[in-house]
Structures are given as structure tokens and as C-alpha cells.
């Protein structure tokens, strides 16, 4: 079963501008990753959470966690033509459930150039 | 550094055949995971090794098993492929922290 929702599950952006989503879990967690998947190939790490964590930067890359809401947040600024793949939110919970990942759904997002 | 490798990239076979699919971790990593990402099923979690052991399964049947080498390479086989087995298969390796997972760029499997 899906843990996590992703909002909106597709986003199309002009170069240039910022794009958000959202992404909501359901059970406590330990921390919460972000991933990029590039036409269905592998998925890329960008970037980790954790629980006690609120705000998190790397780069063009901006994560919130509000552990209050069960949601997170990754903002992507400055868009590019690169930035266009499938995002996915990945919660690992508190029992560490034997250390799976729990994925959701993903947001598509297009950057037209 | 090398990423997580997986082989093949694509892999085609008929229903009732098996299928073996090969992943090699980050150097010095221990842990391995396999994912399955069926189209409309998302991803979902499939098996876990450390040091050599089964330490975690998703829900999926007993014809999806695999193994670790002293390597810590690791083997998923898929035996008695049915249709709905086609999916992208994602090797994914981890060490210090167990949720901080390193994913291949996948093997593709065609079941006809």
C-alpha cells in the first residue's frame, strides 16, 4: 500500500519558474526522502529529512516537513528543461519497518523550455 | 565511485518461464533492496538483504525469492512469470543509514 500521497500527481511549468508539490504520509516517521525518476529508469536521491528536521536546502532544492500535518513539501526554483522527470516522496517509519521504503504515487512534472 | 549496477537492462520472457535479475552494490554497502514498479501500482517494496540474510519481504508470493552473495551482490529470481510480473525491477543499496537508499537504473522485465 502507497504511504505517502503526492499533490498534484502532474504539473506542467514554463523555464524559469518555480515548481512545487506536495506529499502526504500517514504513520509516524523516522525521516523523509525525496526522489527524481527520469523516464522510468532509476531513481535518483535528492534529498533526505528527518523527523526532527523542518526545512531542509540543497542547491535549487527546498524541502519542508511538517510532522504536525503528516506533509511534506519539495520546491524546485529556477526551473530547467532538465528538471522534467517524475518526483517521488519516500517515508521511512519510526519501527523501521524492516528498513523499507514507502513510496507514493509521484508527481510528473514538465519544464517546456 | 561506482552507483548501484543492475543486468540485465531489458529482459524479455514468456509466461511460466523464470527470470534472474543481477545487482551490485555501492562498494562498502551491505544492505540491498529490490523494488517492483508495475504501471498504475506504483512502487512497492519486495525484499530486503544484509550480511547475506532475508531480513524483510514485501507482500509479494513465494515465486519471487532471491539471494546475497558474500559480495553482497544479490540475485532476485521470478519464477512461474505471470503477466502482471512485467514491471521495472529497482535494485537499491544502503550502510550507516538503512533509509538512505541508493537505487540502480533498473532492469526492465517483458513478460508475453
Known amino acids: 500500500s502507497q504511504q505517502g500521497e503526492e499533490d498534484p500527481q502532474a504539473l506542467s511549468i514554463q523555464e524559469g519558474e518555480n515548481a512545487t508539490m506536495n506529499c502526504s504520509y500517514k504513520?509516524?516517521?523516522?525521516?523523509l526522502q525525496w526522489y527524481r525518476q527520469n523516464s522510468g529508469r532509476g531513481l535518483v536521491h535528492l534529498i533526505l529529512?528527518?523527523?526532527?528536521?523542518r526545512e531542509k536546502h540543497s542547491g535549487r532544492l527546498r524541502v519542508t516537513l511538517d510532522t504536525s500535518k503528516k506533509s511534506s513539501s519539495l520546491l524546485i526554483t529556477a526551473s530547467r528543461a532538465a528538471d522534467t522527470a517524475s518526483y517521488f516522496c519516500?517515508?521511512?517509519?519510526?519501527?523501521?519497518?524492516?528498513?523499507?521504503?514507502?513510496f507514493g504515487g509521484g508527481t510528473r512534472v514538465l519544464v517546456k523550455p | 565511485e561506482a552507483g548501484v549496477t543492475q543486468s540485465p537492462t531489458h529482459l524479455i520472457k514468456t509466461r511460466g518461464q523464470q527470470a534472474t535479475l543481477r545487482c551490485s552494490p555501492i562498494?562498502?554497502?551491505?544492505?540491498v533492496y529490490w523494488y517492483q514498479q508495475a504501471l498504475g501500482l506504483g512502487l512497492q517494496f519486495l525484499l530486503w538483504?544484509?550480511?547475506?540474510?532475508?531480513?524483510n519481504r514485501g507482500n509479494f508470493p513465494p515465486r519471487f525469492s532471491g539471494r546475497q552473495f558474500p559480495n553482497y551482490s544479490s540475485e532476485l529470481n521470478v519464477n512461474a512469470l505471470e503477466l502482471e510480473d512485467s514491471a521495472l525491477y529497482l535494485c537499491?543499496?544502503?550502510?550507516?543509514?538503512?533509509?538512505?537508499?541508493?537505487f540502480g537504473p533498473g532492469t526492465r522485465l517483458t513478460v508475453t
Open positions: 504513520t509516524s516517521i523516522n525521516n
Open positions: 529529512i528527518r523527523s526532527n528536521e
Open positions: 538483504y544484509d550480511e547475506g540474510e532475508e531480513r
Open positions: 519516500a517515508t521511512a517509519g519510526i519501527k523501521a519497518a524492516g528498513n523499507k521504503l514507502t
Open positions: 537499491a543499496s544502503s550502510f550507516i543509514n538503512p533509509s538512505e537508499q541508493y
Open positions: 562498494s562498502g554497502h551491505t544492505s
